[in-house]
Antibody
Framework: QVQLQESGPGLVKPSQTLSLTCTVS??????????WSWIRQPPGKGLEWIGY???????YYNPSLKSRVTISVDTSKNQFSLKLSSVTAADTAVYYC?????????????WGQGTLVTVSS | DIQMTQSPSSLSASVGDRVTITCRAS??????LNWYQQKPGKAPNLLIY???SLQSGVPSRFSGSGSRTDFTLTISSLQPEDFATYYC?????????FGQGTKVEIK
């Protein structure tokens, strides 16, 4: 059974960089069958797709966040990470990592439980 | 970006009711349409992928239909555990985009 678990600071100061890690168990992050994705959800609002990483090294970021986002992977730890720079209060959200299935219709079939990140001084 | 529009934004229904939620894409997305259920404080859970394929473990009272720009999620007989928010998502192109959500509440 695949499991994903987010970790990282729950509080980040404005203008600093938000850093989160997603640890994957029950499957290899080096599999060519999946994109490894980040999605966020501001409190009481809908879902916003941030971007994904493919094991080959390719990435795609939402243009609305592209200048501030980096997604990277550590295959030795079976983890992938999100960095979002120059954060503001508008970046306060629950951040989810998820797996996107390439051998189907690119659906997000497994999600982490989510972690709330608050941007505040 | 492809815009996804769900309707209604919320609805009230009773246990046993048939419930239908619609999702419209701003351009054709073939069958690259997925549906998720989200309960308060929990991550979204995949219900339907490829517009009409039922994810493993999801009850058969959930079904999806549609193609190109117009899609539907149907719950044939609403159960107490189905009260939640439902999101559609297109996976046809990047950036991936979600509908705004439909909250299903108890009548």
């Amino acid at each position: 059974q695949v499991q994903l678990q987010e970790s990282g600071p729950g509080l980040v100061k404005p203008s600093q960089t938000l850093s989160l890690t997603c640890t994957v168990s029950g499957g290899s992050i080096s599999s060519g069958d999946y994109y490894w994705s980040w999605i966020r959800q501001p409190p009481g609002k809908g879902l916003e797709w941030i971007g994904y990483f493919y094991y080959s090294g390719s990435t795609y970021y939402n243009p609305s966040l592209k200048s501030r986002v980096t997604i990277s992977v550590d295959t030795s730890k079976n983890q992938f990470s999100l960095k979002l720079s120059s954060v503001t209060a508008a970046d306060t959200a629950v951040y989810y990592c998820a797996r996107e299935c390439l051998h189907s219709r690119w659906e997000l079939d497994y999600w982490g439980q989510g972690t709330l990140v608050t941007v505040s001084s | 970006d492809i815009q996804m529009t769900q309707s209604p934004s919320s609805l009230s229904a009773s246990v046993g009711d048939r419930v239908t939620i619609t999702c419209r894409a701003s351009q054709s997305i073939s069958s690259y349409l997925n549906w998720y259920q989200q309960k308060p404080g929990k991550a979204p859970n995949l219900l339907i992928y490829a517009a009409s394929s039922l994810q493993s473990g999801v009850p058969s009272r959930f079904s999806g239909s549609g193609s190109r720009t117009d899609f539907t999620l149907t719950i044939s007989s609403l159960q107490p555990e189905d009260f939640a928010t439902y999101y559609c998502q297109q996976s046809y192109s990047t950036p991936r985009t979600f509908g705004q959500g439909t909250k299903v509440e108890i009548k």
